[in-house]
């Protein structure tokens, strides 16, 4: 009897507009840690980079040894360099009001 396989998908964001996206079988009683083998998607990377990455579950983080799922996607993220509260007020700062008309007189 052949051993059942799990469709799984894996993300990593390498920048911003710069996705790596792996689709894999992999046999049942995969772990997030083989996904991440399989993929090879962090070969290359130094071991500090690949270190300071964050694996997740469909947005929740989890540890390597969690177990997959069919249909699971394994995250990949960066850590923030700024709060998403502290860059709208950056932008807001640099831009001003969105959507406002520059030079209308009225």
Known sequence: MASAELAI???YAAAPH??????????E?????DALRASRLLEGLSAAHA??????IWGRAAGLDTPLREGDRVELT???LVDPKEARRQRYRRDGVRGKAR????
């Open 9 to 11: 998908e894996v993300v």
């Open 18 to 27: 710069d996705v790596r996206q792996v689709s894999l079988r992999l046999r």
């Open 29 to 33: 009683g995969s772990t997030l840690a």
């Open 51 to 56: 270190d300071a990455l964050c694996p997740g």
């Open 78 to 80: 960066r850590g923030l």
């Open 103 to 106: 030079g209308a007189k009225g």
